[in-house]
């Protein structure tokens, strides 16, 4: 059965832990296939890696970004072998390169390429931060909405750190670096913040501070090819449908410095007539947001067999 009417949202980085996507590794043989050709492409034992590595091997940037997108594909061609074919596609952040390859914007190998490159320049970009400012990272603030967040920040006056992700209408995360991330602790507490949790990440994501990074990963797109979506295909950069395959492209390097704008895709996918939601990647962070956004849709965790046998 093919339902035309399910949306697939692909994970992020921060969703990764050891183990992940073992179940599917053992239940599908074109899983498997996925592991050998990441493995071949990325110049890595990913088995290894996403079965025996550590939490700590797994946060290093260049490992996380063909990790995570390895598991998001997994449960895609998981889905697929089930029957289920999405009838638009989102990711978070990184996530948003495996939705491509669900659109037919890029294909797995392409993706597996880009990612693998995207997590050389931006850690080698933080690293560059690190050396001027210091320790860097991100933080999920509790009980504010991304106005609220975005104001709080430019009143305060600290600098070098932002809203960076507009999850829900309670969650914003904030990005930079470690003293600006906590300068700016008790503006977001005045502001009416619950509590501000550290996320497991290794760099000032979706900041101008990574600004320095753009010009490489331009150079990298351009040795790819972009086809135009097959299916409705939404940007993290302004929440909205992407037309072609050039505007993916072009997407696609500002995505690196710009806030992502979750809530404003999980609107508009909630009111394009689509009638569940799969999540496709390690963990449940994604299916927590939409339940907290107030979108009437089921949505379902894949990540796991159990979670993708009862989608399916």
Known sequence: MVDSKTAFVFSGQGAQFPGMGKDLWEAYSCVKELFEKASDLCGKDMKALLFEG???????????????????LAVRRA?????????????????EFSAMADAGILTEDDVFALVAKRGEIMAATGNEV???????????????????????????????????????????????????????????????????????VSGPFHTPLLEGGKEALAGFLQTLSFSDPVKDFYSNVTGTLVATGSEARELSIQQMV???????????IGSSGIEAVAECGPGSVLTGLWKKS??????????????LKTLA
């Open 130 to 200: 690190i050396k001027s400012y210091g320790d860097v990272g991100m933080g999920a603030v509790m009980g504010l909405d991304f106005e609220t967040v975005s104001s709080a920040i430019e009143a305060s006056g600290v600098k070098n750190v932002y809203a960076a992700n507009n999850n829900s209408p309670v969650q914003v995360v904030i990005s930079g670096t470690a003293e600006g991330i906590s300068g700016v602790q008790d503006a977001l507490k005045e502001a009416g913040a619950k509590r501000v949790i550290p996320l497991k």
């Open 79 to 95: 889905l697929n072998e089930e029957g289920l074919q999405s009838s638009c596609s989102a990711g978070f952040s990184l996530g």
């Open 258 to 268: 710009s806030p992502v704008q979750w809530l404003v895709i999980e609107k508009n």
């Open 294 to 307: 107030g979108m009437e849709q089921p949505v379902t965790a894949c990540g796991t067999l159990e979670g």
């Open 54 to 72: 550590s939490a700590e091997d797994l946060k290093d940037t260049q490992n996380t970004q063909t990790a995570v997108s390895l598991v998001n």
